[in-house]
């Protein structure tokens, strides 16, 4: 053992990871693909290109649905969801579909409805969570989402003191990677792939 690690200060990140590798270490990491999907759907970007952003294009890819029929998310693990998504009725509600699904069974958004009138400039969304109702009026911005909907969300896995939280990947870009980890699987994809996750506030 160097003298590094002795101190605690063992970087376990490859350097210049190839696609496999990353992969690999994803898998490692609890990033199973869902069933009707596999690795080419991977593969939809040229592997230069995750050799120039390693692990971040891997991580964003892994948040995506496969390119076909019936759009099936890759994994459970995160959501890469584009903040210019609200088109109509049915937008939030799809937003607290991928909410639920990415806590794989943690919890549960039940009776959810909402109401998007982009002209009216007029939105809410309505759901049931651990037995109490809420209804939740939004801001409208064209097809922007209204972002204090995760911030309340957080909220309310702070109130039931949920094992996992709600964390966020800023890609740089209109998308967000939104994943769902206790502190020590948190620690363990950072340290693992040295991205900058964060919780979501």
């Given at each position: 053992m160097g003298i590094l690690a002795l101190f605690g200060f063992n970087n376990s990140i490859p350097k210049n990871p190839t696609f496999e590798q990353q992969l690999e270490i994803f898998k490692e990491l609890g990033f199973e693909l869902n069933n009707g999907t596999n690795k080419s759907d991977i593969e939809r970007w040229e592997k230069q290109e995750f050799l120039d952003e390693p692990f971040?294009?891997?991580y964003m890819t892994l948040g995506q649905t496969i390119e076909r029929e019936p759009w099936t998310p890759l994994t459970n693990k995160c959501w890469?969801?584009?903040t210019e998504?609200?088109?109509d009725h049915g937008?939030?509600?799809?937003?607290?579909?991928?909410?639920?699904?990415i806590t794989r069974g943690e919890l549960k958004f039940e009776n959810v409805k909402d109401y998007v009138d982009i002209e009216e400039g007029k939105a809410w969304v309505s759901f049931t969570f651990s037995g109490k109702d809420?209804?939740?009026n939004l801001?409208?911005?064209?097809?922007?989402?209204?972002?204090?909907?995760?911030?309340?969300?957080?909220?309310?896995?702070?109130?039931?003191?949920?094992k996992g939280r709600y964390t966020y990947?800023?890609?740089?870009?209109?998308?967000a990677v939104i994943g769902f980890e206790t502190e020590k699987s948190l620690k363990e994809i950072?340290?693992?792939?040295g991205l900058k996750i964060e919780w979501f506030e």
């Open positions: 971040t294009l891997m890469d969801f584009d998504a609200i088109e937008s939030y509600i799809e937003i607290f579909e991928n909410l639920e699904r809420y209804k939740w801001e409208v911005d064209d097809d922007w989402v209204d972002t204090d909907l995760f911030s309340k969300v957080v909220e309310l896995t702070e109130k039931v003191k949920s990947f800023d890609t740089g870009g209109q998308n950072k340290s693992k792939t």
